[in-house]
C-alpha cells in the first residue's frame, strides 16, 4: 500500500520537486527589493525608523501579505472602505496619505518586503577593527625603525669616544708623547671677515634686503585671510552635498542670482531635503573621523536648530538660530554685487570661490585683494548675450577701443567709484 | 549788464570796514587745530617731555598695528524660515502715511531686511504727497533710544493686562460716579479711530473727546464753520493760480497743516512760449522773514495790525467799499496796485490769510468767494486740524477745580505744549485716572500715573481722510521695537471688543468706505479716493467785521509772532539730531530758536549780533515778558523782519525724554496765550551772550561773483538769452571769448559721448528752500550728525547745503557813495534812514549746493593719494579707503562742497547722537559705507543709486528709460526744483534742461565744467 502509494505518487512528487525548485527559484530577490525599495519607498519609509511613514522593518510580520498587497497598491481606497487597520495607520499619522503604487506587481512587493525582513549577516561588523589594525602597525613599525637607528646612531658615538680614549691611553702607556703641533698663528675667521669691508658691505645689503623682503611680505598679507577655514557649529559638508549630490550652488544660495549678497541659506532651505534625510549613508572618510555617525551627528543638530522633532515629524517651533562663521569677509568700504556676476556675466561660482565641491570644510579659496578683483576685471569680457543693456554701449565703445570683445575693465570696472562709496 | 545786484548773507558784509569778511574769503578752515581734543580747555603743566611723547606714540603705534593684524571673527546668522518677500540685500518699500497731529504725508517707506531706513514720497497719491523735512527725518525717531520701552505705573514696568484691567476698573467706577473723563487726542481726521471713541463713548458715557492741535488753527475754523456750516478748513491747488497774496500766511511752511509748495512751484517757473512766458505773481505780507515771503515776488513788511489793515483794503476794494484804515500811504498805494493785479487775475486769484483771527479768516473767504478764485477749494476740504482753543482752556480751567475725573491722553503732549501747562499739571494731579499714550517719557507722561508705550507710526495701523473723499492708510514697515500698544487697540479692549484695530480699519472701510474695491489694493498703494464731495453753501456776511478789522489799533510794545521752524515744528521731533541739525532756511541757524529782531529796533533795544573771527555767531540775550511771563532768549538780528515786530520759534526748550545734548533752545509755548501766535510783548536787553551754531558766514564763496544768477520776466520775454544769462568771457590774444570755448580750455577733456552721463538741473525758480533734500541725503548717505560745539567750527557735514542769498536792489558801493555825499545835519539822518534799507526788506534766494561734479575738477589734480578721481559717467568719485587727509582737495574746490571728518562720529561717546548707539544705527544705509575718522567726504552724486539703476537694468537684459534715474535729492524734491537724468538720453529732461537758455553753470569763469546745472530765478516783478 505504502510502497503503491508512493510509486503512485512519484510522478506527483516529481512534480511538487519540480515545482518547488521553481518556487525557489522564485524566492524574493533582496537586492531586487532593495533597489525597489530605494526607488519607491525611502522617500517616506526607513527600515529602523520612523520617518514620514512608519519603520518598515519587519512590516510582513505586523500585517497580512494580501492585506499589504492592497495596500501599497490603494491605501486611500482601503482607508475609505473603512478598513480598521487601514484606519487606525491613517490616523497615527496624522491623516497623511500614502502614495498608491499600483504600478508595482505582487512578486515586486514580495522583493521589497523580503529587503525590509532581511537582517545582514553578523560578520560584516568585525571587519572595521580588522582594517584598522595594520594602520596602526606600520606607524608603529616607522617608529621602531627610527628608534632603531638613533640608537645605533648613539651606540656609535659612544664607541668612537670610547675607541679615542683606550688608543691615548695605551698611547700613554707606552710613553709616546702626543705633540699637538703649534700651528702658526693665523686670524680668526671672523675676523677676518670683520676686516673686509667689501665682505661686510654685501653680508649688510643681503640682510637688508632679505629683512625688507620678508616684512613687505609679513605686511602684505595682514589682513589677508586667503586659506582662512574656521569651525562652523554645524559640519557642513560641501563635498557631500555639491560634489556627491550634485546640488546646484544656487539652489541653497539662491539670492546670489538676484541680490548683492549671496546669502546663507536659511533653515528652511535645508529642511526640503532634510526633512527626509536624517540619515548619512554615504561615503566615509575614518581617517579623519568623518563616520556615518559623525555626518548623521551633525543632521541631528540642523533638526535642534531648526526645532524638528523627528519622532513626530513635525516642527515645535523652538528655534536656534545657527551663528555661522563667516569665511569670506569684504570690508564695508566694498560693495561687491553676486547677481552682476553669477547673473549677468555668468562667472561661475568656483572661480572666486575655488572647488567648492572638493572642500569637506569650506575655506576662502581668493584671496579677495583689489589687485585680484582688477586683474579679473581686465581678463574678463563683458558677457552681452542677450542682453539689450549692453547693445548701444557695446557697440559704440568697441568701435572706439578698435576691439571686438570689450572686457570689464573696458567697460568702466576699474573706476573707483563702481565699487567704493 | 542786467544784473548789478550785489548779494550778501549777513549784516557784516555791509560794514565796510569789518576786516572780517575779508579774512573769512581767505580761509577755508577758519580754525586752527583744535586745543581741546578731549574736552578739557587747556593743557596742564606736565613733566612729559616731545620725546617722551615721541616714545609714547611711537611704542602705542606700533602696539595698535599689531593689534590690528589680528582678523576679527564674524558671525553670520540667518533666518531660521526666511520671509518670502525679504532678499538680504534688495529693499522691499511700502505704501504708508504719516499723521501725527501736525505733519501729514502720503510716504513710501524703504525697508532692508526689514528695518525701515528712508522715507520717499508716494508720488502716486494725489493729495499730500511731498514729505517735508520733518516727515524725511521721522524714519530716525523710530530708533530714538530715549523711547518707552513698555507699559509703566508710577516709573515701574507693568503688564499691558494689568494696565487694561485697573484702567477699566477706574473708569466704570468714573462712569458710576458720573465724573467726567476728559479723552484728548490730536485731530486725527481717522474715520476708524472715530469710530471706535463713538463705541468708547458709548460703553463710558462720561467721557468726552477733545481734539487738541498743539498749534491752534481755531480762528481759521471757526470762520469756516461760519460761512459754510462745517468746522473744516478748505484745501488749496495753488497750482491754478496766477496771482497769490498772502496775509501773514506762510503757505510754504506749516500754514494750516503745509504741503502746498509742490502746486505753487508748478506756476512758479516761467512757461509758455518765448516772449510770452508766464509765471504766477506773488505778493506776500508778513512780519517774520518766512519761507513763503522769501519766495514772493513782492515782501511788504508789515505788523499784523498793518496786515488787518491790509485785508480791510482790499475786500474795500474789491467791493466797491471804503473802510478808512491806518495804513501809510505807501502800503495804500501797493494796495491799490495789487487790487488791480487780483482782478485782472481771474479765477487764478487767491488771497489767504494766517492771522489767527476769525475775523481775518473770514474776510479772506469772503474775498476768495468775490474772487471767484479757483485755487480754494471748499467742497475738498480737510479735518486734519480741528483743535477748538476755548475747549481746551476750559478744560485747564475744570482739572484745576477738580471737575475732572480721569484724563486720557494720545499722542499729546500738553504739559508741554500749553501756554499754561503748569495750571495743566497741578490739574491733572487731582485727576483720580490719568493715563498718557506716549513714545517718550515727555513732560505730560512723567505726570501721569499711568505711561502707556506706543509705537512710531511706522510700527502702526491706521487711517486717515486727508480731505473729503480722499482717504489714506497706514501700514507697519517692522515688527514694533518694544512692548508697545496703540492707543486704538487699548481702547478697543476697554470697550471690550476682542478685536484688534487692523481688523476695525479692515471692517470699516469695508462697509463704508471701499464700496466693493479691495482692501488690499488700497493697503498696497497706500491711498484710496472716492467720489464723496461735500455741498457746502457759502452763508456770510463780513462788512461788518471788516469795519472792526480797519479800525484795529496798535497796542503799545512789541509785536510777538510765535512761528513753526522747519526743522524742529511743534517739537514733537526735538529728540531727532538730523532735525537738529537741519540749518534753518532763512537763518541757517542749527541747534537753537531765537528771538528774531529788526536792525532797527535791534539798536534801539541795545541787542547785537557779534560775528567772532572764525566766523561763529553770538548773539545778545533778550528778555521777553508777556502777563507776567519771562521767558529768555537769544537775539538774532534778521534782514527783513517788519519794524516794530519780533519772532521766536516754538517747538524747542523740551527738557523731558530728551538726550542732552537736544535739550536746546527756549520753550516760547508760554507765550502762546490764548493760542494767539501773535502777542504784544516787552523785550529788554539781559546780560551775557550766546553762542549761537550758525552755518550762515562760514564757507564763502570767496566774493566770487556771478554764483547766483537772476532777471525779471519782463527781460526774460523781451530781451535775449545773451543779455540775462551771459557766458564768461575770457580774454584771449585781446580778444575776447567765451570761457566754454575750446580755445579758453587747457584740459585734457575726455569722451563722455559713450555710455551714460549724469547732470542734475537745479532750478532756482521752483526751489522753495524747504530742505527737504537735505535730510533725504543725510538718510541716504549716512552723513554724521556733529553737533553744535562743532558745527560752530564750521565743521558741519552736511553733503547738501541750502545756500540763501540776501540781495538788495542797488549795490552797496552805491551806497558808500550816498554817505560821501551827505551834507548837513538833515541831509544826513534821513540818508542813513533811507541807507537801512537794503536790510530791512531784502530779495532772497535760495541755491542748492552740492558736489558740482566738475569735468575740469580741481580737487582731483591736487590729491596726493588719487583719492578723488573721474569717472567716465560724469560722477566724481571719492574712495574714503584711500584718503589720507590732506585736505588740500577742499582747499582747492571753489565750490567749498567737500566735508572733512574731523572725528570719529560713530560708536563714539563724544557724539552722542544716533551712531552712538545700537538703535540708532539701524537707521544707516548698508548701500553706502560709513565714513571714519580723517577722511574726507562729499556729494557722490547718489552713486549707490545710479549703480543700482544700471545694475538693475543689466540683470533685467534691458535699456533704462529716462525717470529711472534718480538721486537722493531729486528723489526728495516735491517742487520739481532739481531733476536728475541722463545727458546723452537724448530724449531726457535733464537733456533739455541743459540746452535750456535759463541754463548756467556756477563759476562758469573757473572753467571746471560742472555736471551740475542751475537755471537762471526769473522774477515776476
Known amino acids: 500500500m505504502h510502497k503503491d502509494s508512493f510509486l503512485a505518487h ?52 505586523k500585517y497580512d501579505k494580501e492585506w499589504l498587497y492592497s495596500w501599497i497598491k490603494n491605501s486611500t481606497a482601503m482607508v475609505k472602505s473603512g478598513d480598521a487597520q487601514a484606519v487606525a495607520i491613517y490616523e497615527e499619522y496624522n491623516g497623511s496619505v500614502m502614495t498608491s503604487f499600483p504600478q508595482l506587481l505582487n512578486e515586486d512587493i514580495d522583493n521589497i518586503l523580503a529587503y525590509t525582513d532581511y537582517t545582514p549577516p553578523a560578520t560584516a561588523a568585525a571587519a572595521q577593527p580588522v582594517a584598522a589594525v595594520p594602520q596602526t602597525e606600520s606607524s608603529l613599525s616607522n617608529d621602531l625603525i627610527l628608534g632603531v637607528l638613533v640608537l645605533v646612531l648613539a651606540a656609535l658615538v659612544v664607541m668612537l669616544f670610547l675607541v679615542t680614549k683606550t688608543l691615548k691611553q695605551i698611547a700613554a702607556a707606552n710613553g709616546i708623547e702626543v705633540v699637538i703641533e703649534e700651528k702658526p698663528k693665523r686670524t680668526p675667521l671672523w675676523k677676518a671677515y670683520a676686516q673686509n669691508p667689501f665682505l661686510v658691505f654685501v653680508t649688510v645689503v643681503f640682510l637688508l634686503l632679505s629683512s625688507a623682503y620678508v616684512g613687505y611680505s609679513y605686511l602684505m598679507q595682514v589682513g589677508i585671510d586667503q586659506g582662512y577655514m574656521p569651525i562652523q557649529p554645524i559640519h557642513y559638508s560641501h563635498k557631500i552635498h555639491a560634489g556627491a549630490n550634485q546640488i546646484e550652488c544656487k539652489y541653497c544660495h539662491s539670492s546670489a542670482r538676484v541680490s548683492k549678497h549671496s546669502g546663507i541659506p536659511s533653515l528652511n532651505v535645508c529642511m526640503n531635503c532634510h526633512m527626509n534625510i536624517a540619515e548619512y549613508n554615504g561615503e566615509e572618510d575614518l581617517e579623519k573621523g568623518y563616520t556615518k555617525e559623525f555626518y548623521t551627528n551633525e543632521i541631528k543638530k540642523l533638526y535642534k536648530a531648526v526645532g524638528w522633532d523627528e519622532n513626530t515629524q513635525s516642527y515645535t517651533g523652538e528655534t536656534q538660530p545657527v551663528k555661522w562663521v563667516r569665511i569670506h569677509n569684504l570690508p564695508d568700504f566694498v560693495y561687491f554685487n553676486h547677481a552682476q556676476h553669477v547673473s549677468v556675466a555668468g562667472v561661475d561660482c568656483q572661480k572666486c570661490h575655488g572647488p567648492v565641491e572638493e572642500m569637506e570644510i569650506m575655506y576662502q579659496h581668493a584671496s579677495l585683494t583689489m589687485g585680484w578683483c582688477i586683474n579679473c576685471h581686465r581678463e574678463t569680457n563683458v558677457n552681452i548675450k542677450d542682453n539689450a543693456y549692453y547693445t548701444k554701449i557695446h557697440e559704440e565703445l568697441s568701435k572706439k577701443y578698435g576691439v571686438e570683445k570689450l572686457t570689464a575693465a573696458q567697460m568702466g570696472g576699474l573706476e573707483c567709484g563702481k565699487c567704493h562709496y | 549788464m542786467p544784473n548789478q545786484k550785489k548779494y550778501w548773507k549777513s549784516e557784516v558784509e555791509l560794514n565796510e570796514e569789518s576786516t572780517l569778511v575779508d579774512k573769512l574769503s581767505q580761509k577755508e578752515f577758519v580754525q586752527k587745530l583744535p586745543e581741546d581734543l578731549l574736552g578739557s580747555t587747556e593743557l596742564p603743566e606736565s613733566d612729559t617731555s616731545r620725546r617722551d611723547f615721541l616714545k609714547y606714540m611711537g611704542f602705542s603705534t606700533a602696539a595698535a598695528t599689531l593689534a590690528a593684524c589680528e582678523g ?79 507699559p509703566t505705573q508710577a516709573g515701574v514696568d507693568v503688564s499691558w493686562e494689568t494696565l487694561e484691567a485697573s484702567v477699566q476698573g477706574q473708569l466704570a467706577q468714573l462712569a458710576d460716579e458720573n465724573s467726567p473723563v476728559a479723552l484728548i487726542t490730536p485731530s486725527l481726521a481717522s474715520p476708524t479711530t472715530s469710530q471706535i471713541v463713538r463705541d468708547f463713548q458709548a460703553k463710558f458715557p462720561n ?31 495753488f497750482s491754478k493760480s496766477t496771482c497769490i497774496v498772502s496775509i501773514g500766511a506762510d503757505f510754504l511752511g506749516d500754514w494750516q497743516g503745509g504741503g502746498f509748495e509742490s502746486g505753487y512751484a508748478k506756476t512758479r517757473v516761467p512757461k509758455g512760449k518765448k516772449g510770452k512766458a508766464k509765471m504766477s505773481k506773488h505778493y506776500q505780507f508778513e512780519a517774520n522773514m518766512t519761507l513763503s515771503g522769501a519766495n514772493a515776488d513782492y515782501r511788504i513788511p508789515t505788523s499784523a495790525v498793518e496786515q488787518q489793515f491790509v485785508l480791510a483794503a482790499i475786500y474795500g476794494a474789491l467791493t466797491n467799499q471804503s473802510y478808512p484804515t491806518a495804513l501809510t500811504a505807501e502800503l495804500k498805494k501797493k494796495v491799490t496796485a495789487i487790487v488791480a493785479e487780483l482782478k485782472s487775475a481771474g479765477t487764478g486769484a487767491v488771497v489767504v490769510t494766517g492771522l489767527q483771527n476769525e475775523d481775518a479768516q473770514r474776510a479772506a473767504l469772503a474775498i476768495n468767494k468775490v474772487l471767484g478764485s479757483s485755487v480754494i477749494d471748499v467742497q475738498h476740504n480737510t479735518q486734519l486740524r480741528l483743535g477748538d482753543a476755548s475747549v481746551m482752556t476750559q478744560l485747564v480751567n475744570d482739572l484745576n477745580a477738580g471737575k475732572i475725573g480721569g484724563v486720557i491722553m494720545a499722542g ?50 491706521g487711517d486717515v481722510e486727508m480731505k473729503t473723499g480722499h482717504f489714506a492708510l497706514t501700514q507697519p514697515t517692522i515688527r514694533p521695537l518694544f512692548n508697545t500698544k496703540q492707543f486704538q487697540d487699548v481702547l478697543l479692549s476697554l470697550t471690550g471688543s476682542t478685536q484688534s484695530y487692523d481688523d476695525a480699519i479692515k ?14 489694493e488700497a493697503l498696497h498703494d497706500g491711498y484710496f479716493v472716492t467720489s464723496q464731495i461735500d455741498k457746502l453753501r457759502y452763508n456770510d456776511n463780513v462788512d461788518a467785521l471788516v469795519q472792526r478789522l480797519a479800525r484795529a489799533k496798535a497796542k503799545s510794545g512789541l509785536e510777538l509772532h510765535l512761528y513753526t521752524k522747519t526743522g524742529i515744528g511743534d517739537g514733537q521731533q526735538a529728540n531727532n539730531p538730523w532735525l537738529q541739525e537741519f540749518p534753518d532756511p532763512i537763518t541757517r541757524v542749527t541747534w537753537d530758536n531765537y528771538l528774531t529782531v529788526s536792525k532797527a529796533d535791534a539798536e534801539v533795544l541795545g541787542l547785537k549780533n557779534i560775528n567772532q573771527s572764525d566766523g561763529a555767531l553770538d548773539g545778545s540775550i533778550a528778555e521777553i515778558s508777556l502777563n507776567g511771563t519771562t521767558v529768555k532768549a537769544p537775539v538774532l538780528i534778521q534782514p527783513g523782519q517788519a519794524k516794530g515786530t519780533v519772532g521766536l520759534a516754538l517747538g524747542y526748550g523740551k527738557t523731558a525724554g530728551m538726550k542732552s545734548e537736544m535739550q536746546v533752545g527756549t520753550n516760547a509755548y508760554p507765550l502762546y496765550q490764548n493760542f494767539s501766535p501773535v502777542q504784544t510783548v516787552m523785550v529788554v536787553a539781559a546780560d551775557g551772550m550766546h ?45 575776447e571769448i567765451d570761457v566754454t570755448s575750446k580755445e579758453a580750455d ?151 562742497v567737500r566735508r572733512f571728518n574731523w572725528f570719529l562720529y560713530n560708536k563714539n561717546d563724544e557724539f552722542d547722537y544716533h551712531m552712538n548707539d545700537d538703535l540708532g544705527r539701524m537707521v544707516l544705509n548698508p548701500d553706502v559705507v560709513v565714513r571714519s575718522r580723517g577722511v574726507m567726504e562729499k556729494c557722490s552724486l547718489c552713486i549707490q543709486m545710479t549703480q543700482k539703476t544700471i545694475l538693475d537694468a543689466k540683470l533685467e537684459g534691458r535699456e533704462i528709460k529716462d525717470g529711472e534715474f534718480q538721486t537722493a535729492c531729486s528723489n526728495a524734491c516735491g517742487t520739481g526744483a532739481l531733476a536728475f537724468g541722463d545727458i546723452n538720453d537724448k530724449e531726457s529732461e535733464v537733456k533739455h534742461l541743459k540746452e535750456d537758455e535759463r541754463m548756467y553753470h556756477l563759476l562758469e569763469s573757473v572753467g571746471t565744467e560742472p555736471n551740475v546745472i542751475y537755471q537762471v530765478k526769473v522774477r515776476n516783478t
Not at chain 2, 503748569?422 to 506716549?438: C, D, E, W
Open chain 2, 207 to 237: 467721557v468726552t473727546h477733545y481734539a487738541y492741535d498743539a498749534i491752534s488753527e481755531t480762528a481759521a475754523l471757526n470762520a469756516f464753520e461760519r460761512a459754510y456750516g462745517k468746522r473744516a478748513l478748505p484745501s488749496y491747488d
Open chain 1, 10 to 61: 512519484l510522478p506527483l512528487l516529481i512534480l511538487s520537486f519540480c515545482f518547488s525548485f521553481v518556487v525557489a527559484a522564485q524566492e524574493p530577490d533582496v537586492q531586487k527589493g532593495k533597489a525597489l525599495f530605494n526607488a519607491n519607498c525611502a522617500a517616506c519609509h526607513k527600515l529602523n525608523k520612523r520617518a514620514v511613514g512608519p519603520a518598515l522593518a519587519g512590516v510582513s510580520a
Open chain 2, 746 to 896: 587747457m584740459w585734457q577733456a575726455f569722451d563722455r559721448s559713450i555710455g551714460h552721463h549724469f547732470n542734475l538741473s537745479i532750478d532756482l525758480n521752483a526751489c522753495t528752500g524747504c530742505g527737504a533734500c537735505v535730510i533725504a541725503c543725510h538718510a541716504e548717505n549716512n552723513v554724521p550728525v556733529v553737533g553744535k560745539r562743532e558745527i560752530r567750527k564750521s565743521r558741519d557735514m552736511h553733503w547738501l547745503r541750502i545756500d540763501r542769498y540776501y540781495s538788495s536792489e542797488e549795490t552797496f558801493e552805491a551806497d558808500l557813495e550816498k554817505v560821501d555825499n551827505i551834507s548837513g545835519l538833515g541831509e544826513s539822518l534821513s540818508t542813513f534812514g533811507k541807507m537801512e534799507d537794503p536790510s530791512a526788506n531784502p530779495q532772497v534766494t535760495f541755491q542748492p549746493v552740492m558736489c558740482q561734479h566738475c569735468n575740469h575738477a580741481p580737487c582731483e589734480t591736487v590729491c596726493p593719494v588719487a583719492a578723488s578721481s573721474h569717472g567716465r559717467q560724469g560722477q566724481n568719485h571719492m574712495a574714503y579707503n584711500r584718503c589720507v587727509g590732506t585736505r588740500y582737495c577742499a582747499n582747492n574746490c571753489p565750490y567749498k
Open chain 2, 691 to 735: 553762542e549761537f551754531a550758525c552755518t550762515q558766514l562760514q564757507n564763502t564763496l570767496m566774493g566770487r561773483g556771478e554764483i547766483v544768477r537772476e532777471t525779471t520776466l519782463e527781460i526774460f520775454n523781451t530781451k535775449d538769452a545773451k543779455y540775462w544769462n551771459p557766458m564768461t568771457q575770457v580774454s584771449r590774444d585781446h580778444e
Open chain 2, 507 to 520: 471692517a470699516y472701510w469695508s462697509s463704508n468706505i471701499l464700496s466693493g474695491a479691495s482692501f488690499s
Open chain 2, 72 to 150: 576679527p571673527v564674524n558671525t553670520s546668522i540667518p533666518y531660521v524660515v526666511q520671509p518670502e518677500q525679504i532678499i538680504p540685500g534688495i529693499a522691499n518699500y511700502y505704501a504708508t502715511t504719516i499723521v501725527d497731529g501736525f505733519d501729514t504725508a502720503s510716504v513710501l517707506i524703504k525697508t532692508r531686511e526689514g528695518r525701515p531706513i528712508k522715507v520717499e514720497n508716494n508720488t502716486d497719491a494725489p493729495v499730500n504727497n511731498i514729505a517735508n523735512a520733518r516727515v524725511h527725518a521721522s524714519v530716525l525717531s523710530l530708533y530714538d533710544s530715549m523711547r518707552v520701552q513698555g
Open chain 2, 412 to 461: 499729546v503732549n500738553p504739559a508741554y505744549t500749553l501756554p499754561n501747562a503748569t495750571a495743566f499739571v497741578s490739574g491733572l494731579k487731582k485727576a483720580k485716572l490719568s493715563v498718557a499714550f506716549s513714545m517718550k517719557n515727555d513732560e505730560t507722561a512723567i505726570h501721569s500715573q499711568w505711561v502707556a508705550a506706543t509705537p512710531h507710526y511706522l510700527e502702526s495701523w
